[in-house]
């Protein structure tokens, strides 16, 4: 009897076993925790939703919680922009680094820029030499500052790597695992015969920051999950000034056919077309947007084209009940979501923190051959 009883304790310990994504809720921002069964981490994003917010603080509380430890393996910033990034000096990353006590192994970047050799201040857009930009915000100024000024002692500093595509920068123990970054500041990237990377700033029509989100593609035994930011999916010219470019096109069959989606920007309109959904084709899509966003995410063309595959559609709030309750498939979980892929399954799970529902799917066997990472053009 107690050979069988400890056989099942070890039945339940290993089923519990396996790959953890936890979708923070954290309103109109993005923040992720991934988790291997060896317990290697990885934080994409600590986002918040305005200058004074603190969404890190549930980050950091959050982290702590699922860890049992302060410590994470891997940061991914995939792009410059508040509600990826936070403020520096005030929240965000730099509130998780240097006030909440959350180190990490290693924080991959995006090559945006870096202080002028020579400056002993570091504070305004001259002081920085821009690699690879075009629309440039306050806290992206402010991160390249305390990024990159070697003058100040920073906790990101010693460990800051610029991502590079394909190559295997994050690396978890686990048979089977694999984390790609399948692109990173619009690498390879043209528009009108001319290259997205470098300084764009001075353009008439400068592209979109989110034109230069870290993608990656992530992959435990047979599932597979895409997040990328804000990875832009058009080319077109917005009113205020600067412009999108269809990233999504040029890299979507590195990315192939998924099992479970992130969308990206948070559903935007100018994200999430309709080649991609078709190239990945995901089982389920998640969603990270805030209830009454000023930017009507998530749009109903992007919930159609993921609505197109997708069984289901879950967002971590009630965005944009005036699109979403037009879909049957739309699940407004107002909370944590958490997808679970057992180690060795052949299903995936998709519940809430509160644990208020389970949903399970079927994991693709067999995906067709996707194209080998590497820059396209």
């Known amino acids: 009897m107690l050979a069988l009883l400890v056989l099942s304790l070890l039945s339940v310990s290993d089923a519990a076993k396996g790959l953890d994504i936890h979708v923070f809720n954290v309103g109109q921002a993005d923040s992720q925790l991934i988790v291997f069964p060896s317990g290697y981490s990885i934080l994409v994003d600590a986002g918040e939703v305005k200058t004074g917010s603190m969404n890190c603080r549930i980050i950091a509380e959050r982290i702590k919680a699922i860890l049992g430890k302060s410590y994470v393996d891997v940061a991914v910033l995939t792009h410059l922009h508040m509600d990826h990034l936070g403020v520096p000096f005030k929240n965000g990353f730099w509130y998780l680094m240097e006030t909440a006590g ?14 002028k050799a020579g ?42 790597k610029i991502a590079v595509p ?50 990656l593609r992530i992959q435990y035994g047979n599932f597979v999950y895409s997040t990328s930011g804000d990875l832009d999916g058009e ?9 999108y470019h269809n990233i999504e096109s040029v890299y979507k069959d590195v990315v192939g056919e998924v099992d479970a989606y992130h969308a990206n920007h948070h559903g935007s309109s100018h994200s999430n077309n309709a080649e991609w959904l078709l190239a990945l084709k995901p089982t389920v899509s998640v969603i990270s947007c805030g209830a009454g966003n000023l930017y009507k995410h998530p749009t109903e063309v992007a919930v159609t084209n993921m609505n197109t595959y997708s069984k289901k559609i879950y967002l971590t709030q009630n965005c944009n009940p005036t699109v979403t ?8 979980v107002n909370d944590e979501i958490l997808i679970h892929y ?16 389970t949903t399970y799917f079927d994991v693709k066997k067999n995906k067709p051959t996707r194209k080998q990472c590497g820059i396209q053009n």
């Open 119 to 160: 400056k002993t201040e570091c504070s305004v857009e001259d002081d920085i030499d821009w690699h690879n930009a075009g629309t440039v915000s306050g806290p992206a100024i402010k991160w390249i500052c305390y990024s990159t000024n070697t003058l100040l002692q920073t906790k990101v500093q010693p460990i800051r």
């Open 235 to 243: 080319n077109s010219k917005s009113e205020f000034k600067y412009m």
């Open 325 to 332: 309750d037009k879909f049957s498939k739309a699940i407004i």
């Open 342 to 357: 057992p180690t060795g399954g052949v299903s995936f799970s998709i519940s809430n923190q509160g644990g208020n529902f």
């Open 102 to 115: 959350i180190s990490f192994g290693k924080f991959v970047d995006r090559d945006s820029g870096a202080m």
């Open 166 to 215: 394909c190559y295997k920068m994050i690396t978890p123990p686990d048979e089977g695992a694999d984390v790609e970054i399948v692109v990173s500041d619009a690498r390879g990237v043209k528009y009108e015969g001319n290259p997205l990377t470098g300084d764009h700033r001075n353009e008439t029509y400068a592209p979109s920051e989110n034109d230069y989100s870290i993608s």
